[in-house]
């Protein structure tokens, strides 16, 4: 079955200690993004990827990194630098650029400890 | 930034039906997407408008006028497992996708 997947469920996070988040697709998607959503929020966008090896910063990028070494995986890096990273963070991809649909990964709870 | 307004709340009977309106303002305009999510769960894409007008898919169903920023998601004959949030996106000039708040939407029996 092709679709996205994310992992871990929920991840726990120590006071300053970076942990990734993984996101792999098998669709064969050109494009992927993080969001995170936060409660009475809209999804806001954190980083995207158009192609390999490529990615630029969403509206929300200060304390994340990415990296999109191949077409199926954009792991998400929760820095320590994020003060506030409680949140549920949601992968997607699409087809193509960012003019085509989003699809959704199952998403990872982040929980600090 | 965009500005995407949906109410917070609505709650409806089986069978019933709900609209729940979004208006919106954009700097350029490329279409507005529709998703459902479960509490939890992933958004999953219920439909997409880019012209003026009403597209139906089943008991869904999505109008769109442009002129006016303003899009409403019809659902009919309302079920249980219809109980979510309802997210509408915009998408801009430059293809940036933006997402309202989403509105929950409690079935009764």
């Known amino acids: 079955d092709g679709g996205i997947t994310q992992s871990p469920k929920y991840l726990f996070r120590k006071e300053g200690q970076n942990v990734t988040l993984s996101c792999e697709q098998n669709?064969?998607?050109?494009?992927m993004y993080w969001y995170r959503q936060d409660p009475g929020q809209g999804l806001r966008l954190i980083y995207y990827?158009?192609?390999?090896?490529?990615?630029q910063k969403g509206d929300i990028a200060e304390g994340y990194s990415v990296s999109r070494e191949k077409k199926e995986s954009f792991p998400l890096t929760v820095t320590s630098a994020q003060k506030n990273p409680t949140a549920f963070y949601l992968c997607?991809?699409?087809?193509?650029?960012?003019?085509?649909?989003?699809?959704f990964g199952p998403g990872t709870r982040l929980l600090v400890l | 930034g965009q500005n995407i307004d949906q109410p917070t709340e609505m709650t409806a009977t089986e069978g019933a039906i709900v609209q729940i309106n979004c208006t919106y303002q954009?700097?350029?305009?490329?279409?507005l997407f529709w998703y459902q999510q479960h509490a939890g769960e992933a958004p999953t894409f219920l439909s997409y408008?880019?012209?003026?007008g009403l597209e139906e898919k089943g008991r869904f169903s999505s109008f769109l006028s442009r002129s006016k920023g303003y899009s409403y998601l019809l659902l009919k004959e309302l079920q249980m497992k219809d109980s979510a949030s309802y997210l509408c996106?915009?998408?801009?000039?430059?293809?940036?996708?933006?997402f309202g708040a989403g509105t929950t939407v409690t079935v009764r029996a």
């Open positions: 669709l064969n998607h050109d494009a």
């Open positions: 408008n880019v012209l003026d």
């Open positions: 996106a915009v998408r801009d000039g430059d293809y940036k996708l933006s």
């Open positions: 990827s158009q192609i390999v090896n490529d990615f």
């Open positions: 997607a991809s699409s087809i193509g650029g960012s003019w085509e649909t989003q699809y």
């Open positions: 954009t700097s350029g305009f490329n279409g």
